[in-house]
Structure formats: C-alpha cells, structure tokens
C-alpha cells in the first residue's frame, strides 16, 4: 500500500478510526479499498453473469426512457472517473506529482462503469426486466462512498473559514458520482417491459413473479397482492396464476424422459454383454443335451430359464437402469444454485456469534465509544437480514426444484402405466400405482428442500468447533464426544424407524387395496349382509397399523429427547471440563454465551443430520419402487404390424401363440385367420375359450410366443364391459375427434341412443359418473359402440356388444351398424357374439374351444361340415320352440349333452330367429339402483324436471338447488378459517384430560430451560469475584440438574403426546369406517369411490402421521417462543415497549398468510384428486385407449391435470417464503432492540444479563417462523380431521339387528312375501318409483317379474332388501313385517343372485364364505350344483385358489356361476334372481335357470326376467308399469288375456 498511496497517506491509523468519537477513515484506505471493492465485485461476476445470460435469452425488450436514462447516467459516470485521472495527468504536467493511487483507481472505476453501460444494453437484448447483479453493484457503490461522503464534509469543514476547501475539482467530481450512482441504485429499483412476444404478454392471468424486480423477487413483494386477496375473499382456483413455463409438465417430462431412456439404453447395453457372457460359458454342453432330449421344442421351452439360472449364479442380476441417475442430469444443474446460496448462508450464519461477544466485551469496558456498541447492533441486524435473504432463495431453488421432481414422477409414471404389459399390471394394482404418484413422489418433494444438508450440516458443525476451540480451548473436545456418542443412537433410532415405516407402508396399503374392493363391491355386502366380517378384515390390519405406529412413536419420543437436550449435554459438559482442568478458568459471560450461541447453531445440522439421512434412506425405498415400476416390460408395439398393405386381407394371423404373460402357459394356440377387407366375421364359443383373448391379441395387449400378427389401418374396439370416462356423454363419444353434426347424429341414430338423450337431464352434456354409474349397462354399451362409429376406423373388433342391449335394440343395431346394411358395411368387422340369430348373416364363422379355433367358415360351410356347430344348429332346429314345454324339454335336452358338444356358438337354429329374440328380451332393464340402472334415468328424469321448473319443492334439501346436470356433487373444500370445534373435536379424540396435561408438561420443560441459562447468567457473576472449588461444585451440579430434568421433562411430553394422538386416530378410523358401512347406498351412488378413498387414505395418513408431528412441533415452538419474550423482557423491561407493535406486525402478517396458506392447502388438496381418478380411469380403459391410439391425448389431460394442481402447489411454496421473510424480519428487530437496549443501559446491566437476553434473541427468529408455519400447518392438517369426521357423521340407515324386535332362527318357515299399499322413492324430493303396490305370493311359488325399463322391476328387489326405505305401506315375510327387524336379520334370510358378478381379492372359499360358517363339503357340494367342480378341481390350490381384485381372473360367466354357488349354500327360503343379461352365453344361462329350478324347488322365487321363455313356466307373472301392477296372473291366463304381457311375448316372438 506504502507504493500506491505513498508515505504522506497512510493506509490505517489506530487513532483516528477507533479510539475517539468522531472516527473516520485515512483518504488511501477510501481510495484503495472503497473504490475497489465494488469493482472487484462486478469484474468478478460478470463472466458468470453473461454466461447464464446466453443460456436465458428471453427475447429482446425495446429501447424505453428508463433504459436511456441508466445507460446515460452509466456513460456520464464513465466521463467523471475519467475526468479525475485527465486531471491527475494535468496536475503532473504543472509539476504537481500525485502518488499513483490518483491513477489506478479512476482508471479501474471508469472501466467498470464502461462495463456497466455495456451490461445495461446486454441485459435489454437478452430480455432481462430487472438486473440482481447491478443493483448489488450499486448498492455496494453507494455504501462505500458514504463514507468518503462524510469525510469530505469533515474536511470542508475543519478548514479555516474564508479560505478554499482543497482539491476543488475532485470535491465537485466526487459529489457528482455520488448522485449519479444514487441515481442508478433507484432506477435499478425499477423494472422495465416484458421483452417482445413473450408468454406474460398473452397469458390472460400471468405469475407476476415474471416481471417481478430484483429487490421484489428477493423479498418475495410481488406475492403480497395476494394474501391481501385470500384475506378478503377466499380464493378460487380462477384466481391462481399461470405455472411458469419451465415449471411446467410440457418442459419439465420431457426433460427428464430423455435423460431415463439414455439411462435405460445404458443399461440394456450393459445387459447385452453381460448375458452374452452368462450364455456362452454354458451354451455348449446345456444345448446338446436338449437337443437330443426333447429335440428343438425343447430347446426353444428351456432356453429362458437356463439362461437366467446363469445369470443368476454367474454374476450379479442384470442393472436396472438409474432412476436417479435421470433425476440429477435433469434437475441437478438448477438445483445447485440453491446449494450456492446454502453455502453464503452458513458462512454469515457464524458472524452473529463474533458480534456478540464484541457486544459483551463492549458491555464491560467503561469507557468505550457510544457509536461502537450501536454500531454493533446494526451490524448483528444487518447480518441476520442478509441471512435471511440468502436463507429463503435457498429454499425457493430446493422447493422449485421438488416441485418439478414431482411432476416430472407423475408424468412418467402415467406415461408408463398405458405401455405396461398384463404381466406388470398383475404386480401393481391401480392403488399401488396410484400410491407410487401420490406417497412416493412426495417423498421426493419433501427430500429436496433438506438434501443440502447432507454437505451443510457437517460444514457447519466443523466451523462451530473452530469457533468454540478459540473460545475454550480443548474442553471443547469433551462436548464432542458427547455429540459423536449420540450419533449412534439417533441413527440405530432412524434405522428402526425406517423398518418400522416400511411394515407400516405394507400394511396401509393393504387395507386401502380392501377399502377400494369393499368400495366397489358396497352394494354386495349390503345384499349378503357381509359387513360385519369385511368390517373385522379392515380393523385387523389397521390394528397391525396402529401396532407399527405407537412403536414408531415411542421411538419418536426417544429422539426428541435425544435433540433436544444434545446442545444442553455438550454444553454441560464442555463447561464443566473447562471449569474443572484448570484452577485459572474462569466461565465468564463472554465465553458462556457465546459458546451457547455457537451450541444453538450446532442444534440445527445436529438434529437435521439424522433426519436427513432417514429421509434419503425413505426416499431410496420410493426410489426403487418407482425404479422397478418404470423397468417394467413394455408391450410390443410392433407385436401387431399396423400397416402391411401388400395383402387384401385386414387382418392376418398365422401360427399366432400367445399368452397374457410370460410366466403362464398359452391361452391361444396355433390361431391362423386371415379376414379379407370389408368382411364381417362373427367369434363364437363358450365361456372362456379365449374369445375376448384373440380379440386382445390382435389389439397386441397379449405376448406374442410366436407369429406373426397383422392388422391394416386403423382400429376402432368396444369391450366387453364398456369403459366409460368421467365426462360429458357427447365427450365419450367423440373420443378427442372434432364434432361433426351431421355424422354425430347419424351415429347416435344408429346406435339407437337418440331416444336415451330425450331422458337424460343433460341430454349429449349429462356428465356421466365414474365408470358410467348413472348409464344403464345397455346404454353404456351402446355409447361404447357409438364412440367406435364415430372414429371411422377401418378394422372394428366388437366384443360382444350386443349381449348387454335388449333384444329389440340388438336387432336394430345389428341392422343399423353392425350387420351387412349397417352403417360399418365395407369396413372390417370381427363380431364376439352369443346371438345365434345373426350368424347366418355374416360372411364367416370362427369357432374357438379352449384357446383354438376349430372350425371356420361361412354359415352354410359349417353346416356343411358337419361338426360340432352343425351338430347343435341341427338340434335346435328340431325342436320346435313356440310352447313353453318345448322350452323346458330344450332344457333338459341341453343337460343331457356332452360339455365340448355343447358350446355356445350354437345358440340357436338360423330358421329359428323366434328364439334368438325371446332368450334375450328386455336386456336393458336393467335397473338396480347402483346406477346400471335405468331407474336411475327416471331419478334423473325428475331431478331434471324439478330444476327445470324452477321452483324447487318444499321438501328437497337446499343443497340441490342449484340446477346443474351433475350427478355427482364437486367435492366441497370448506372454506374461511378451520372452526374451533374442529380442534375441539381432535382434543375430545385424544381426551380432554390427556391434552391439559401434556400442555402442562411443556409448560415445565420451558421453565426447565429458562431455569438452567438464568442460573448460567448468574453464575458469570462470579467470574469478577474470586470464588472456590465448592461453589464450582454448586454452581455445576445445579446447572446439570436443571438441563437433566428438561430432557426428561421433554421425554414424557412426548411419550403422553403420541399416546394421545394414536388413541384419536383410532377413534376416528373407527368412526368413519363404522358409518361408511353403515351408511345408505344412496350414499354410495352419488360420491364418486375416489372421493371415499381419498378419506380412507390421505387423510387418515395426515391423522395417522403428520398431525401428531405438526402437534409436537407447534406445541414446542408456541412455548418457547414465549419463553424467549419472558426472558428478554426480564433482563432488558424497556424491551416491553417494543414487543407491542411487533407482536401486533407479527399477527397480522400471519392473519393474512394463514388465511392464504390454507384457501392454498385445500384448493391443492382438491386439484389433487382429479390427478388420481383420471390416472385410474386411464389404467382401467388402457386397452381402449391404446386400441384408438389416444395415447398422447391422454398425456396431454394427465399433464394438465397435473399443472393445474401444481398451480395451487407453487403460490404455496412461495407464501411461506413471503412470510419467512416478513417474521425474520420481526425477528431481526427483536435482536435489533435487544441488542440496542443492552448498548443503552450498559452503565445498569451486567454482562451475563446482556448475553442471555441477545442469545435468547438470536434464537428468537428460527422459532418465530417455525411457530407461524406450524399454526398454519395445524390448520391444514386439521381440516383431515374435519373431512374424516365429515363422512363419519352422514346418515345411516336402519340397525343392522333390533335386539327386542329379532325373528325365529328359523324364519321366514314358508316363504310368504305380502307388499301391501306398499310406495318407495329413491331419494328425498323425488318422484315414487313404485307406487302402491299390493300382491300375496304365496311360499314356494316362482313368480316372474317383467316390464318395460324403469318400470320398478330392479326397485322391487331392493325394497325387500330394504336398500331402499319405504315411502309408505309395508312389506310382510310370513308376518313378520319386515321394517320393524334389523336389516341383518333380514338381508341373512334372503337370498339374491346379483346382475353383475362381485368378486372380492382373497381365496374362492372367503368369496363364497367370509364367515367361515359352512363345512368343505357344504363348499364342494355347492360348487357342483353350481357347475364349476371341474374348472375349481383343475385349480392348483383348489378353494384356496386367489380370485384377482374384481376376480379379474375369472371369465364373467364363471363370476357369475360363483354368485349362483353363494346362493345354493345360503339355501334361504327366499330368492330373488336378477336375471343377469351382460356377457353370459345362453349355456352358462341354461345351468343356472336348471339348477334353480332343481335346488330351489321349494323356495319362493322372484325373477327379474330379461329372457320371457326364462319364466314361461313360473307360477305367475308380474308386469309392472310406471310403477303399478299392470298385470298379475299365471303366463297362460297373461297370455290370453292379450294384456301388455301378450305384446312383450309378441315382440319377443314367443307367440304368433
């Protein structure tokens, strides 16, 4: 410095900066240091700078008159540092010499601004609106020439008056720059434009975080609009803004698949050498063998498994490819910049404590300057709002950078669950799936935000110890030991938590898999009065549930401790070594407390640390589940070759072998067809001989073994059980094409929908429920077959479509769309069909049996033939088939054949179209409530007509009012603040006495802490005194005792805590599992299972888990933040005047963020759901999706899904950075003053009460934000508890058992059903569905149940049941009336096979069984009546055979028959036959009619019948209309009666 400044200026002088009252600066310490510091700073920066300003070229922003002015003022700075060194150079040439400092630094200053000037214009082109790195620099600039600023005012001032102030040229350039720069700082402080054609311009609602300025994106200013809003109104989703583009799905997945696919390339070439290394070693030896054994088939059957068990003894199994690998070449880059300002923020973070003790030293000299303690207090407050500043950028990065993971996971995993092969899909169920996107990737999201702390938390604890080395001395050592004791114990505590939470993830999803099943099949266990035992199924996991959370509790507990007393223990211990080595230690309060300061920043890595790594242990399990779920095997895409337009055939298939996984043995056997273009061929066979497989694998969702398969053009499919989404009518039958009128309504005129529209509310805008709940299975079928006409595709693949529609409309639909004249005609056509009576006219036959197609042909070939198909066409036509004798002989004639003869192509004879009509008539009436109904059209109907009225009746609950076409209500979010009695409904779960007594025992556990710092203020007093060994002694064993019993204090709080919280998550569970099976169907028909499933899962996890967490957290922070005050207050009372206004700052701040926060919270909880419902929706329709090539479409509505939800996620994240930073700073006062107050009233204080007030204060920022963001996130989770006690308290129906009103055991003795005067209604405010009925059926008579759809037949059924309550009148059971009884009592007394087949996951004999109340034999005996001996016999496992969720695994005519074995063991008195009409071949049909006619001889029969010959020769028949008894009687007398009976009968061609 000597050689820049010269000797007459010296560089630094004791005495004219610190010991004097008026200090200042040396002028070489102003020019070298000051002048430099911001250049330094810029030049620095500046390649970084235009580096990331290269990548983010935004586009480029017009010339404005700020941009003018900043490059101005920038040029004019350039031209004053110039004049200066120009006026050096002229003092030189007149002999003046200057030392060289005049030179450099107006030389380097005016480069800088040139640099300036050329960043300012930079900026502009590569559309920046506000420039963090020039406002720093002029914010650096003004600081530093403050202080020349004063100075040169001294100076002019000390000069003798009259004469010239010295150096006028540099005075005048001096003060100009300093205006200039001010200048500068407050333009910087503006924004400019959005740049030209960007994004905000035509967003209708931008994030104004976009054009946000720097000094507004740092503080988080631009969000402040917003809590203001939240404050007044409650925010509607209308209201958030747009995701940022680079937050978005369509930036974000795309980014990360790109980075997974070259992960798996790598892998699949690694897998390559290694099995070709794994192959050859053994290939020689193992492939003679073969050969020679089993000749080549064997060779090829054995290969695979010879070379995995290579592979598996060779080396290690084959590498996945590296999920997160993909994950950090995606996310890593910007994620690093959080880690960056993670590192600034540690370093400051250890300034604090070196102020304090400046601050302490400056309390005990008495004769220091004023201005050096008040400048040390606004150097403290200075440094923690730097902090903060830093501190909350780095969580934007970290929580920004969780957010896109997140959707980044979702995306792929959605991605991935359309190409998933059946093999996969069997290892995860949809709720599996669906727990992968939801739990697993906010594991990930929750990762991000600590995962710095795996570098910083052991950065921060090794300059802790530096610190604290100079401070004490190597005592320190022993409080390290302490520390690395405990590290042990928190990790064996993480590791065992860890195992813990793996069971318990087992364990909910189990019981969520059984909710979702017993969900769906709600409507069944009511009818089988099965609650009870799937009620004890669901509570015996969740008790293994709660068994596995009180221990992870208990183990929470522990840890607590564990942290919360480590800084006590290594202080204690630190202290006490220190004390006891030497005689000459003395504990002072400058050693004392800033030892304890630097203990409380060692608090934070020390607890995080363990926390941390069991996190990134959790998410490594989440990391493999997702890892596995995204390797596995696809499906083919060129199993199924699209586009071969060499041959004229559509669709070929030769030597085809295919199996639904690879692991099974083939369900299709050497298939060869070729289907010639335009051609329509009909699919016939009994159940389960792989019709609806080879249609699968034409559409490739089969593995191909071998074959070839190819299908030209596009493909249109219908199912065979239609999948319907969640949307408008007209949207499911566009299916994403443009709407074309003309041909829309062609379409539905084909598909004969045109009549249904006229009755649904909506017409083609009815939303229509999940799984299409409020369509009849008719009508479902036909909007299935309407959405493959309107696709104009050119091969159609129709799955039985036809069996699901009445007969008539069969007809139609046959003639209209399907058959030779209907619209599809010169289209391709491959027809599943059991409707004998349109086989002849089709061009060709495929016969199947058991997986091979055994004869094909055309119609009169086959009969040619002579095989098995002719042979039954043949008996048909014998019979003749008009009188119901002759029925009943076809009957037992069919009983007399072999089981291959008999196979259902041959439904009926072709000159026979008679009894193609009659066997399935009224298909469509259909109408048990679940919504399959068609009564469900007539509820509607009237809800419909009451809206449209407009003056809804007295009686219907306000809550409908609003007249919209829904079926299915939004799901309300509460809004405004969460009500008291919410907290009060948590405390009365967890008890009232128990939460009075754990506040109490936090209350001690303060006092505790407060008790031991007090005692180690007092206790630096000593150190003036001199004082001997035993008050040592004292003073430690006082001090332990205090710290000992805090921890053990924190211990019990804990413990009675989690006992606390998991008695009420018991409670609570039990609750709503209770109501939920008890509640009406009605219920059940109108809240969609996602919304119900959401209720069992999220929110019983957030009761389950967070809460109790959020409780612990917010009790702690709200207690020691008072503490705090108590403590400040009591060294410094003037610090009571300030706590007023702060306190009134700090509840408004968190009055406005927790109202926000919350609005925020819910509408994210509600976009949530859509995310999944969509996603499970898609899984169950993939293969109709993929058949129609709606892939992308789909992603496309998954991804906006997604965005929308991450919408109400990100103004989250970001109010808690806004309020961090607003109590920071609240917090940031406090030290300000505490520091300020202890400079004021040092003459009073001692030094040990100033430390412990300004360590306390320092400590006071963390709980302060803590403490806002528990209340807050109190809340949130709370509204679980509201949501779970919502739906625990709906209404339920009536007892399950009246104790005083029970009947016989052995009632109902004769079977006799009496409706007398008897009306029933659907729900309050609707019309009544029956209407005063009266009949007498007498024990033991079969009666037959018909009418047109929505006539009542279906509601008939469930009044016995009393699904639904009567209106008025009653129904008698052998005189006993049956409302009086409990419904249990009831439901076990009847009996009822069901129209669509239930089957719950578990074994045969729970399905048949769940009560455990019948023999083997009873079992066996049941299965044979009912026809599946043999197919349970030839079951590996026999009874204890699996049934898939839904018994995906059984044919549905095999569900059907296990229904029918359900009824043969009850072997009520009673049975009601809802005839089943979907999917079921007239074989499987003929067995159950014959076996009810022979096992239930003697028990009162009720039909529902969509076939009339099923009922020809029943007792009597009942046609019911509109609700009424139309006709009643024996068929014959119906019959010559001519009635309405006569013209169904007619029309089915029954008669003549």
Known sequence: MEDLCGPELPFWVANQTIHTDRPDLPACFQLTVLSWLPCIYLWAVTPLYIFYLKRNNKGYIMMSVLNRFKTAFGFVLWLVCWSDLFYSFHELRNGLTRPPIYFVTPLVVGMTMLLVTFLIQFERLRGMQSSGVLFIFWFLSLLCAIVPFRSKILQASSTEPGSEPPDKLRFTTFYLYFSLVLLELILSCFNEKPPLFSTVVTDPNPCPESTAGFLSTITFWWFTGWPLKGYKTPLEAKDLWSLNLQDSSQTVVPRFLEEWEKEQAKAQIEQQTLSAHAVFSKAPPGGATNHVAA?????????????????SEGRAAPRQPSFLWALIRAFGPFFLIGSAYKLLQDLISFVSPQLLRLLISFTKQKGAPDWWGYALAFLMFFTALLQTLILHQHFQYCFVTGMRLRTAIIGAIYRKSLVITNAAKRKSTVGEIV??????????????TFLNMLWSAPLQIILALYFLWQNLGPSVLAGLAVMVLLIPLNAAIAVKTRAYQ????????????????????IKVLKLYAWEGSFQEKVLAIRQKELDVLRRTAYLGALSTMAWTSAPFLVALTTFAVYVKVDENNVLDAEKAFVSLSLFNILRFPLNMLPQVISSIIQASVSLKRIQDFLSHSELDPEAVQKNSAASEHSVTVINGKFTWTKQDPPALHNINMLVPQGSLVAVVGHVGCGKSSLISALLGEMEKIEGDVAVRGSVA?????????????????????PFAEQKYHSVLEACALTPDLEVLPGGDMTEIGEKGINLSGGQRQRVSLARSLYSDADVYLLDDPLSAVDAHVAKHIFDNLIGPEGALKGKTRLLVTHGVSFLPQVDNILVMVDGRVTEMGSYQELLDQNGAFAEFLRNYAIEDVIEEEAIEDLIDDEELFPDDALSNHTDMADNEPVVNETKRQFIRQISIISGDSDNSKTRRRHLASQRKSGEPPAEKKPRQ?????????AETSETGRVKMKVFMDYAKAVGLVLSVIICLLYGCQNAAAIGANVWLSDWTKDASANQTRDEVNMRLGVYASLGIAQGLLVMVSSFTLAVGNIGAAKKLHYNLLNNKFHTPQAFFDTTPLGRLINRFSKDIYIIDEVLPSTVLMFLGTLFSSVSTMIVIVASTPIFAVVIVPLAFVYVFVQRFYVATSRQLKRLESVSRSPIYSHFSETITGASVIRAYGKDSAFVRMSDTRVDDNQKSYYPGIVANRWLGVRIEFIGNCIVLFAALFAVIGKEKLNPGLVGLSVSYALQVTMTLNWMVRMTSDLESNIVAVERVKEYSETKTEAPWVVEDKRPPSDWPPQGNVEFRDYSVRYREGLDLVLKNLTLSVQGGEKVGIV???????????????RLLEAAGGEITIDGVKISEIGLHDLRSKLTIIPQEPVLFSGTLRMNLDPFDSYSDEDLWKALEHSHLHKFVTNAPAKLEMECAEGGENLSVGQRQLVCLARALLRKTRILILDEATAAIDLETDDLIQSTIRTQFEDCTVFTIAHRLNTIMDYTRVLVLDKGEISEFDTPSQLLSQKGVFYAMAKDAGLVQ
Request: charged share 20%; hydrophobic share 40%.
């Open 295 to 311: 000749g080549a088939a064997g060779a090829v059957e054995n290969g695979p498994e010879e070379t995995e068990v290579l592979l």
């Open 717 to 737: 499919y219908v199912p065979q059980q239609a999948w319907i989404q969640n949307a408008t009518l007209r949207d499911n039958i566009l299916f994403g094409k």
């Open 435 to 448: 727990n992968l996107m939801s739990v697993d990737a906010q594991r990930f999201m929750d990762l991000t």
């Open 502 to 521: 793996v069971q318990q993830m087992q364990h909910k999803d189990a019981r969520i898999k059984l909710m979702s099943e017993i969900l769906n099949g």
């Open 1347 to 1361: 009418g047109r759809t929505g006539a009542g037949k279906s509601s008939m059924t469930l009044c016995l049941f």
């Open 961 to 969: 009012a609003p007249g919209s076409e829904k079926l299915i209500h």
